[in-house]
């Protein structure tokens, strides 16, 4: 076949090793624990995780660390996961596989808690882009700047007959006739001479955030 006929995959996520347990039947609708796979140490398989990405979706492979041979394959549907968390731990999960139409649970664990995490975050992205282009923005709908304060616009425009003064240290005069100054207060019945617009404070440093 010509390599430039197969199709492009991405790879999403990919765990150097996981391991997999046979889980047992839940006893009830209140989730899995992974305190009842038996004992952890002893998983039933070993190897890497791969997420990879294609046009018709993408799906987490369960291979052999060093042949890359299949152990199993999980199609990810965004709209109905094929991931559960346990209730117990943030590291085990529960995966629905299928083989020819054929389902089946197993567990799956990870030896460290920032391999889950990262786990968790791609899933995460895949759904959002994958719902982004199921419901893309409309383009009659014009999203507000939210850089723009909502609500009605304020009239700072001088009135007929209003002025404002300016106070400059070390000199008395003023530049204007008495009267309303530009954020509307008197400038005529008391001797302070700071009627003008006042300086906002600067933006706080940028510092290490704890």
Known sequence: MDVLDEEVESILYIAREISVYKIPHLKANEGHRANDWGDLAQPLWKGRLRIVEKSSGAALMFEDAQTGELFARAPYDALKPCVESVLDSSRYFVIRVEDNGKKAYIGMGFAERTDSFDFNVALQDYTKRLKAALSPPSPDEETPSPHIPVGPKKDYSLKEGQ????????????????????????????????????????????????
């Open 163 to 210: 002025t404002f003064s300016i106070s400059i240290p070390g000199k008395a005069s003023k530049l204007s006739t008495p009267g309303m100054n530009l954020l509307g207060s008197s400038t005529q019945s008391t001797g302070n001479s700071g009627g003008g617009v006042p300086l906002l404070p600067p933006p706080p440093s940028s510092g290490r955030k704890k």
